[in-house]
């Protein structure tokens, strides 16, 4: 799976990963963070998911990687906001008011160019990557936020009923990933209604990963 897969998605409108409003957990678990108002979110591969209107609703500052400028561009049409764009690095930069998204290889982002973050929303790039990225992408965040607490949302079925994205994550390998540097606590866990993608029953587990 390379770039050229998520490219062809956004291009076809081939988005049914995204939600049409801001993701239950995010609404129900975000204040388990503890986060002041004006906090600076990080949301990786964001796409132009809702979440982030939710997160600038409630006060919030926002940080966001993606790897589509499509998706980009839709994102603030959606929140009715012209971005300044310019270069940062290898990538690009679209800011407004209380939100700066990269766009390009997220793996182009350091953490001079990203800037202070006080947590983590990673509701759809952990589980949109295959294994083999998995590792290299855990050890990428936690040095680019310096570490900063998650709230993480992954999924578990039967891999072999249904291919990914998204992928499923079990708990053992959140844990392989991150108990190291994160104390871990599963805040929620549901039954996805109609299973995933219609295809197959699966769970939606809800981590929360503050620094031990």
């Not at 998706?71 to 049409?77: D, K, S």
């Not at 499923?168 to 996805?192: C, F, M, P, Q, T």
Request: one cysteine or more; glycine letters at 10%.
């Amino acid at each position: 799976m390379d770039a050229s897969f998520w490219h062809q998605k956004w291009q076809n409108n081939e988005i049914a990963f995204h939600e049409g409003r801001a993701n239950t957990h995010l609404v129900n678990c975000f204040a388990d963070l503890s986060l002041p108002k004006g906090g600076r979110v990080f949301v990786p591969l964001c796409g132009k998911t809702l979440d982030i209107a939710w997160l600038l609703s409630g006060g919030y500052r926002v940080a966001g990687a993606e790897l589509s400028e499509v998706a980009v561009r839709q994102l603030f049409t959606d929140l009715g906001v012209t971005p300044e764009i310019s270069a940062a690095g290898d990538l690009t930069l679209f800011s407004a008011e209380a939100i700066d998204i990269f766009v390009g290889d997220i793996f182009d982002l350091s953490g001079e160019l990203l800037g202070p973050v006080d947590a983590i929303y990673d509701r759809a790039a952990l589980v949109a990557l295959p294994t083999e990225m998995r590792s290299r992408y855990t050890k990428h965040l936690m040095e680019i936020t310096a570490g900063a607490p998650q709230l993480l949302i992954t999924f578990e079925y039967d891999q072999t009923q249904m291919d990914g994205p998204p992928f499923s994550i079990g708990n053992d390998e959140v844990n392989r990933h991150y108990s190291g540097n994160y104390d871990l606590a599963l805040a929620g866990s549901s039954d996805v209604p109609g299973g995933l993608k219609g295809k197959c029953a699966a769970t939606e587990k809800v981590w929360l990963l503050r620094k031990d």
